[in-house]
Each structure stands twice: as structure tokens, then as C-alpha cells.
């Protein structure tokens, strides 16, 4: 059974970092092209990050978030994981993953599997 189970969310103050991890199991994170979307409530869901298939997998981002999010994988670990530094409180938001995406280089586009999300809240 293929599924995605992302964690790492919680409450930081501004300028602070999270870590988060999608985990995957039913199939290898070296498979598919992994993607890290986020959504508010009421707003469009933003890709965020991606990373091809692949040993050597492209990787690209929202060029808005450049250089503050860092996507990567673990093929031991089976796991998909994102980095944001310096996070502002418009981070705010539910970070999806997804498997089986289109990794662009404006950023990721689709998915087929999808994670539950986990909630990732900036504020003093």
C-alpha cells in the first residue's frame, strides 16, 4: 500500500527552522519525483520544491523561496524531507508531500500520492 506520512510541523517564532519529513512506504522515494506543496486556508496550494527521480535528481524551486528551502532524500531512510530556514510568518501554512509530481523549473506541478500534511505555524 503506497503512503506518504509527513511530520515535523509545529509552532516557531520568526527567524527560526523546521525540518519536515515525508516518509513513504508501499515503494522507494528513488521511484517517483517527489514534491513539497503548502496551502492556506482559502488560498491556492503553492508548490514549493521538487526533486526529480533519479540518482542524480533535478532539483528546483519557487523561485520566490529560493534559498531559504532545501528539498532532499534519503533512500536509506526512505524519506523526503524539507528544510526552511529563516522562516516568517508567511510560512504559514499546511505542507503537503507528494509522490509521482512534475518537477519544473518554476517548481513542482501535481502529484499523484499524497501526504495528510502537517501544520507549520510562524508567530512571536
Known amino acids: 500500500q503506497v503512503q506518504l506520512v509527513e511530520s515535523g510541523g509545529g509552532l516557531v517564532q520568526p527567524g527560526g527552522s523546521l525540518r519536515l519529513s515525508c516518509v513513504a512506504s508501499g515503494f522507494s522515494v528513488d521511484s517517483y519525483t517527489f514534491a513539497w506543496y503548502r496551502q492556506v486556508p482559502g488560498m491556492e496550494r503553492e508548490g514549493v520544491a521538487c526533486i526529480s527521480v533519479g540518482r542524480d535528481g533535478s532539483i528546483y524551486y519557487k523561485y520566490t523561496l529560493k534559498g531559504r528551502f532545501t528539498i532532499s532524500r534519503s533512500t536509506a531512510e526512505n524519506t523526503v524531507y524539507l528544510q526552511i530556514d529563516n522562516l516568517t510568518p508567511e510560512d504559514t501554512a499546511v505542507y503537503y508531500c507528494?509522490?509521482?509530481?512534475?518537477?519544473?523549473?518554476?517548481?513542482?506541478?501535481?502529484?499523484?500520492?499524497w501526504g495528510q500534511g502537517t501544520q507549520v505555524s510562524v508567530a512571536s
Open positions: 507528494a509522490a509521482d509530481s512534475y518537477c519544473l523549473r518554476e517548481g513542482p506541478r501535481g502529484g499523484t500520492y
